[in-house]
T-cell receptor, first 113, second 114 residues
């Protein structure tokens, strides 16, 4: 299995631009998680889906952030408009649900200038 | 609020030294506990997990952790570290049965000196 796949691996953009991060979970996993990692705040859960339905989005910082999971094999995290404080590493993870082990992707390092 | 505390922010050890990294969680009810490792430039990988049963859990690469309910602790141990153990270590907890949300500690950076 290829594991969780994220793209792009690195993204540099200017303030005000729209950013879209993509994730492909491990086949057969039915839960998908988006995390953000920063030096100041560590690892934070932004949102997670189960069977393509958002279950907990309490970690989404503000309306500029949105996430979708149109099918079992794809999810996006969008930031519009982006701001310098959004600079972080964004991880996607997937699991088989029911508090099973979460498997993490390689992350997307986002830099907003 | 539910939280996970890792009090050691940066630990420096020599090779062959013994390791213990502290982790405390805040909730007194049912909790599942995890240790993840992040090697430089890599993504998080699961080291070990505790759901129930034997409170001494063995993981990969010679790591183990002990769940002590009375102390709300889940400390990570390794009797003899190697240079390749240099990484960041994260303790995490899943507090609510039926909710898969993981709460992470702030991480402990471990540096092993050859």
């Amino acid at each position: 299995d290829a594991g969780v796949i994220q793209s792009p691996r690195h993204e540099v953009t200017e303030m005000g631009q729209e950013v879209t991060l993509r994730c492909k979970p491990i086949s057969g996993h039915n839960s998908l998680f988006w995390y953000r990692q920063t030096m100041m705040r560590g690892l934070e859960l932004l949102i997670y889906f189960n069977n393509n339905v958002p279950i907990d989005d309490s970690g989404m910082p503000e309306d500029r952030f949105s996430a979708k999971m149109p099918n079992a094999s794809f999810s996006t995290l969008k930031i519009q408009p982006s701001e310098p404080r959004d600079s972080a590493v964004y991880f996607c993870a997937s699991s088989m649900g029911g508090q099973a082990t979460q498997y993490f992707g390689p992350g997307t390092r986002l830099t907003v200038l | 609020a539910q939280s996970v505390s890792q009090h050691n922010h940066h630990v420096i050890l020599s090779e062959a030294a013994s390791l213990e990294l502290g982790c405390n969680y805040s909730y007194g009810g049912t909790v599942n506990l995890f240790w993840y490792v992040q090697y430089p430039g890599q993504h998080l990988q699961l080291l070990l997990k505790y759901f129930s049963g034997d409170p001494l859990v063995k993981g990969i690469k010679g790591f183990e952790a002990e769940f002590i309910k009375s102390k709300f602790s889940f400390n990570l141990r390794k009797p003899s570290v190697q240079w390749s153990d240099t990484a960041e270590y994260f303790c995490a907890a899943c507090y609510n049965f039926g909710n898969e949300k993981l709460t992470f500690g702030t991480g402990t950076r471990l540096t092993i000196i050859p």
